[in-house]
């Protein structure tokens, strides 16, 4: 397991999920992801659950494109809400 997806699930099993997912997608989709998580440094544990879970729906293209046209700060704030709430936040940013 890679280090950095330890660090980064901090214990989330959903999140080591989300991020052993992750390793298994292509070279694009990855780096968009993970330049994605890199820049929005919050978004760690339970909150990369809620992106792939509850506002993604568990689908990697999704989370890709939340990542390339989703504002951080828009995106990190919709992260932290456990309730589905945040899905409001980003459904403007599907294409």
């Known amino acids: 397991m890679n280090e950095l ?4 699930s ?3 099993p959903g999140a080591l999920a ?3 997912e992750l390793s298994h997608q292509d070279e694009e989709t990855a780096q968009v992801i993970s330049q994605c998580l890199m820049i929005n440094y919050k978004i760690r544990g339970t909150r990369i ?3 792939w879970s509850d506002l993604c729906d568990r689908d990697m293209e999704k989370v890709k494109q939340l990542c390339e046209n989703c504002p951080g700060e828009i995106l ?3 992260c932290y ?4 709430s945040g899905k409001e936040l980003v ?3 599907f294409k």
């Open 81 to 84: 809400r456990q309730d589905y």
């Open 76 to 78: 990190t704030n919709a």
């Open 10 to 12: 901090q214990g989330n």
């Open 18 to 20: 989300f991020l052993t």
């Open 49 to 51: 659950y809620v992106l």
């Open 5 to 8: 997806a330890i660090q980064w």
């Open 91 to 93: 459904n403007q940013y």
